[in-house]
């Protein structure tokens, strides 16, 4: 299996802090952390936060590839996100029914004179980015244990 480059990370304790991580990719370093109410030191964003921004960055850039593609009006785009668990009985289109399931609310900010149907369209794609169908596909963990 081939890895393209950018797509390995390595996520360290920094030895800082409880929960404190250095997060690498490429040249990039990241800092990871849980809020004081959870132990933390409040360094970075939390794990679901950076799930949260790398689905939100996939969305807004693939938002923007096919306006610039279709030479759409598309002035900018935000998305808003924010992750929780909720009880299974009350999600209407969850197949759990039982304990909880978790619930991403993605809000998406189009501004330009886009018409409705642009607008649309531009929704449509956004369910297609690469990070939310793989949010929403079958995942596999694979974990394994190797010499340090």
């Known amino acids: 299996m081939t890895t393209e480059p950018g797509n390995q990370v390595e996520v360290e ?8 991580r250095n997060m690498r990719s490429g040249r990039h370093v990241l800092i990871a952390d849980e809020p004081e109410s959870a132990g933390g030191n409040d360094a970075g964003p939390g794990p679901y936060e950076y799930l949260l ?9 693939t938002i923007r590839m096919y306006a610039e593609r279709k030479q759409l009006p598309l002035e900018r785009v935000r998305v808003r996100l924010s992750h929780q668990k909720v009880h ?3 999600c209407l289109d969850c197949e759990t029914r039982e304990g909880k399931v978790d ?18 369209k531009l929704l449509d ?5 690469p990070v939310h169908r793989t949010l929403i596909s079958e995942i596999k963990v694979r974990s ?4 340090d």
Request: charged residues 25%.
């Open 144 to 147: 394994k244990l190797v010499p």
């Open 53 to 61: 921004m790398g689905l939100g960055a996939c969305t807004s850039m």
């Open 125 to 129: 794609i956004a369910n297609r980015c």
């Open 88 to 90: 299974a009985q009350d």
């Open 13 to 20: 304790e920094t030895l800082t802090g409880k929960y404190t």
């Open 103 to 120: 619930e991403i609310t993605r809000e998406i900010i189009l501004e330009g004179r886009l018409s409705g149907e642009q607008r649309q």
